[in-house]
T-cell receptor, first 109, second 115 residues
Framework: RKEVEQDPGPFNVPEGATVAFNCTYS??????FFWYRQDCRKEPKLLMS???SGNEDGRFTAQLNRASQYISLLIRDSKLSDSATYLC??????????FGRGTSLIVHP | GAVVSQHPSRVICKSGTSVKIECRSL??????MFWYRQFPKQSLMLMAT?????????EQGVEKDKFLINHASLTLSTLTVTSAHPEDSSFYIC???????????FGEGSRLTVL
């Protein structure tokens, strides 16, 4: 199976900071992309899908760069409640989604 | 939105016993479900892909005779951990694929502790 790579972090940022994560994927035929959030001892939950044109949901912005084969997640004005692990998921079209290892974010007061 | 329900959420059992975990898609039909295992502070590890009406596809290193998967209907997949041992203690999570969008919906997870 092709690889999906994420910097595991942790990213340790103060409240109000802007933080960005990248996720690279190796299969150029990948078709759909997602960011999930996983809190400690909980199941992952969809944060947002990533569209070719980029998309924004409040403080969160996701972008896709097909040429360089990466997706990004930008979090503005970080809150304490944003502390979690952020998982990048790439679907190659075979419908077996591939997960990155996750990036840990810690937002401190 | 789509909901996937997993049961039980927590189970403690004695070494050598078998434990069954159920994963149900509540408002959509899931021809494909996935079973993951996650150890503390580690990433999700795909164990197997469960396909309705056919045998599951197991990832390398996952013993199919130990982790029995049955996907007998479009809304239910079960994972049975047979002859459980303490090293099988982990967080088991199922997910179902919403056809067309590629989006995964996760069950709440089952925390297994084998004494």
């Amino acid at each position: 199976r092709k690889e999906v790579e994420q910097d595991p972090g942790p990213f340790n940022v103060p409240e109000g900071a802007t933080v960005a994560f990248n996720c690279t994927y190796s299969n150029s035929a990948s078709q759909s992309f997602f960011w999930y959030r996983q809190d400690c001892r909980k199941e992952p939950k969809l944060l947002m899908s990533v569209y070719s044109s980029g998309n924004e949901d409040g403080r969160f912005t996701a972008q896709l760069n097909r040429a360089s084969q990466y997706i990004s997640l930008l979090i503005r004005d970080s809150k304490l409640s944003d502390s979690a692990t952020y998982l990048c998921v790439v679907n190659e079209g075979s419908y077996i989604p591939t997960f990155g290892r996750g990036t840990s974010l810690i937002v401190h007061p | 939105g789509a909901v996937v329900s997993q049961h039980p959420s927590r189970v403690i059992c004695k070494s050598g016993t078998s434990v069954k975990i159920e994963c149900r898609s509540l408002d959509f039909q899931a021809t494909t479900m996935f079973w993951y295992r996650q150890f503390p502070k580690q990433s999700l590890m795909l164990m197997a892909t469960s396909n309705e009406g056919s045998k599951a596809t197991y990832e390398q290193g996952v013993e199919k005779d130990k982790f029995l998967i049955n996907h007998a209907s479009l809304t239910l997949s079960t994972l049975t951990v047979t002859s459980a041992h303490p090293e099988d203690s982990s967080f088991y999570i199922c997910s179902a694929l919403a056809g067309g969008t590629g989006e995964l919906f996760f069950g709440e997870g089952s925390r297994l502790t084998v004494l």
